[in-house]
């Protein structure tokens, strides 16, 4: 644990979640106090025209500027259409998304508040946050930086203490990286898939992934659908959040897709490029995979990473792996599908003892396993059968390994979930929660096909070709995992705290989802801190015949039996 600062107490899997909440929300918050020379990295913008239009409002969920314009469809999701130079783009994203903007930085404040009021640990954290970052700048593009800049005159003013807008809004861009560097954690479980020729009902190529970066249920609330055409590059969507003009799932007019899927990283002592970034300059810049490789060799990063890209024009999908000592490309022979996980598969890392053990401990090679159990099963795949690949919430041979444990495809925590079909130029999109709400349909063809003055102010998607929500959402079952949620995360309070929490309620909670190891060990933890042994050791051994999500946590409820025997 890189900050001795913080103490913990272990908590299964739901206490590496609230480790992860923590670290994401407090780099965030906190990575741009105190940077020196970075402060005095303002981009030069002289060369843009540095007024844009006033918005105006023409009700509650529609907003235009000009021709650009931010509106909700009828599922909840955000669609925001923006064109123009790189300054142009951060001042109209940031002026028409700015109470989506706003909204996100409070709920990183608010997160710092519940999880860590100390203000001398926050102090502490500020310091070596600040050495951390102090090169990040160094490495952003030009054009980025000026987005970032335009972007940043719409922060709140309300943060201003915290630091200025434009260094906050920069380092907000690597939130994923930043709190998957200082974890060395799985802060996204992501799975993606691609399946093309024999593989696919058409013949074309189909893409899925779940997006599982988790800050908490509000984060993944307001979700935007991008559609950007810059003045440089090719036109492109992308599935973001107010503040942010990374990609992290996205496919451009030429048919290329990216996302990304986090590997197994050393704790680097720099931040350098944040990933969402090289792929942003990815789908703006390359229309082939060979393109994409180039880009992605250029830049220095520092967490391992997986992009995912699907290229219509080649007809086939690759996996670039990316770390800041290392570098492959993962292509199948023989094969027309491609998996992706949380580890990689290149000869590069063949031989990486941290990958190795990665495979060997964590979720990503179960997850692995679970996405060609359900291919073979699904010898020809559609949009819709990739969809419900996505939300599988079972485990191998279908076993029942509870609600919201991460071998599972569907965590129940996605920030969305994205199909690609890249030589029609179509995606959909997830709506909430999770990706268990109705999947948008859109069509890139018609999207930036048409003028701007065409394309009016409405939503952009198509409802003739959307796939419905996930019934499980209409379930009783559903209903018992958000109930289980609030209970698990009060007992969790109850264990770090001391706190007292009924009999009735710890039962409540295995019945609530009684397939899920994690239910028992809570149960045990607080029994085993309470000194109630014989409670304590019937749970821990109940969890220890489920399916354990790692070997850590496996090798934990293992030692507890042995201490309780």
């Not at 969402?276 to 967490?303: G, M, P, W």
């Not at 994690?518 to 051994?541: I, Q, S, T, W």
């Amino acid at each position: 644990m890189p900050f001795p600062l913080l103490t913990w107490t272990r908590v299964g899997s739901c206490t590496w979640l609230q480790k992860i909440q923590l670290f994401v929300v407090l780099l965030l918050f906190l990575s741009s106090c105190g940077v020196k020379k970075s402060l005095h990295d303002i981009p030069d913008v002289s060369q843009y025209e540095s007024e844009i239009a006033e918005r105006t409002q023409l009700n509650d969920s529609t907003f235009v500027l000009d021709d650009n314009f931010l509106t909700k469809n009828r599922h909840g999701q955000w669609e925001l259409f923006v064109n123009g130079n790189p300054y142009e783009l951060g001042l109209k994203t940031g002026s028409l998304t700015q109470e989506l903007f706003n909204r996100q930085e409070q709920i990183f404040v608010d997160k710092i508040d519940s999880l860590v009021p100390s203000k001398g640990k926050q102090n502490l954290l500020r310091k070596f946050l600040a050495w951390f970052n102090r090169k990040m700048y160094r490495n952003i593009d030009a054009q980025y930086k000026a987005e970032i800049y335009g972007m940043s005159k719409y922060a709140s003013k309300n943060f201003d203490y915290i630091a200025k807008p434009y260094q906050r809004v920069m380092y907000f861009h690597g939130a994923h990286d930043i709190g998957h560097a200082l974890q060395d954690l799985a802060l996204v479980g992501c799975s993606s898939f691609a399946a093309w020729g024999d593989h696919t009902e058409d013949g074309k190529m189909i893409i899925g992934r779940n997006f599982d970066f988790y800050v908490g249920d509000e984060f993944a609330k307001n979700k935007i659908i991008a559609f950007v055409v810059p003045d440089n590059g090719h036109k492109f969507m992308s599935v973001t959040w107010g503040g942010f003009i990374g990609v992290l799932s996205g496919m451009n007019d030429q048919g290329l897709t990216v996302t990304i899927n986090a590997g197994k990283s050393d704790f680097p002592w720099v931040a350098k490029t944040p990933i969402s970034l090289v792929t942003r300059e990815i789908l703006q810049y390359a229309s082939t995979i060979d393109e994409a490789i180039a880009i992605a060799k250029k830049r220095e990063v520092f967490v391992s990473e997986s992009i995912f890209v699907g290229s219509a024009k080649d007809k086939r999908a690759a996996i670039i792996e990316v770390s800041p000592n290392n570098f492959g490309v993962y292509e199948v022979e023989n094969s027309n599908q491609l998996i992706c996980s949380n580890h990689f598969q290149s000869a590069a890392y063949a031989n990486d003892k941290k990958n190795q053990k990665h495979i060997l401990e964590s979720h990503s090679q179960y997850r692995y396993e679970r996405m060609e159990e359900l291919l073979d099963e699904h010898p020809k795949v559609t949009p819709k059968i990739v969809v419900d690949i996505l939300r599988d919430k079972k485990g191998l041979d279908d076993k029942r390994i509870g609600y919201g444990n991460e071998k599972a495809l569907n965590q129940l925590l996605a920030h969305h979930g994205i199909v690609f079909q890249p030589e029609d130029l179509k995606v959909w999109v997830s709506g909430n929660p999770h990706q268990l709400g109705e999947f948008a349909a859109y069509d890139l063809n018609e999207i930036f096909n048409e003028t701007d003055a065409d394309i009016g102010i409405k939503s952009m998607s198509e409802a003739k070709l959307n796939i419905p929500e996930d019934p499980f959402v209409n379930t009783l079952a559903y209903q018992h995992y958000q109930r289980y949620r609030k209970l698990r995360n009060q007992i969790i309070r109850a264990i770090s705290s001391d706190g007292y929490v009924e009999e009735k309620t710890l039962q409540e909670l295995i019945l609530l989802n009684p397939d899920f190891w994690e239910a028992y060990y809570l149960v045990g933890k607080y029994n085993y801190e309470k000194g109630y042994d014989r409670l304590a050791l019937n749970a821990f051994l109940e969890a220890e015949t489920k399916e354990i999500t790692t070997v850590p946590d496996r090798e934990e409820v293992e030692r507890y039996i042995r201490k309780l025997k």
